[in-house]
């Protein structure tokens, strides 16, 4: 399934600023690894058009359309939000209708992400092992989607160097400003 820039950029507008620097600010805490914003976004795009939604017949839940029937243990454990709701007010998520809330779904992607990655990286996969050890290669991937004259991220005034202090990536996001590519590419700037 492909869908156009507009059609992406609306999804990215409904799921608003504030959800993207959640999903940023997540995916770049905790140790190094290849598991960045642009990465869980696509998912959530393909997933459930970045709503948090029920899907595929009652068993995909939230934003990533985490499967109640392979991972109960994980809804069954964190608070539950309404259909469409990113406001966690049930005492779960597994009761059939209800969808985890944003951090509680993007963390345990990542967690999931993470422990594939690695899992693969120990076996005899070299795609896999720059995943897992976040080498360059994995890098060019996201940063081969943005030209080499974009020289600040998507938010705002730091420019790609590392070691850039985390509140710094926690500014205000400006979505107008560049192209898809672009923006989702600075993202990982920094992955």
């Not at 950029?9 to 959800?19: I, V, Y």
């Not at 597994?94 to 985890?100: I, N, T, Y």
């Not at 890098?139 to 070691?163: F, M, W, Y």
Request: charged share 20%; glycine share 8%.
């Amino acid at each position: 399934m492909n869908i156009t820039e507009s059609q992406f950029t609306a999804q990215l507008d409904g799921f608003g600023e504030h959800r993207i620097e959640i999903v940023t600010d997540l995916a770049h805490d905790g140790e190094p690894d290849a598991i960045g914003p642009a990465l869980l976004l696509a998912m959530g795009s393909r997933e459930a058009f970045l709503r948090n939604i029920v899907g595929d017949v009652g068993h995909g839940r939230g934003w990533l359309q985490i499967d109640d029937r392979f991972h109960r243990d994980f809804l069954s454990s964190h608070r539950g939000c309404v259909f469409g709701s990113w406001t966690a007010t049930k005492p779960s998520a597994l009761p059939r209708g209800l969808v985890p809330s944003l951090t509680a779904a993007t963390r345990y992607a990542i967690e999931l992400l993470t422990t594939t990655c690695a899992s693969l990286a120990t076996r005899a996969c070299p795609r896999a092992r720059c995943c897992a050890s976040r080498s360059p290669p994995a890098r060019e991937l996201s940063s081969s989607l943005a030209s080499s004259a974009i020289s600040r991220d998507r938010v705002g005034a730091r420019t790609r160097l590392n070691g850039t202090p985390r509140r710094a990536r926690r500014r205000a996001i400006n979505l107008q400003s560049r192209s898809n590519a672009a923006r989702i590419a600075s993202l990982n700037a920094c992955s």
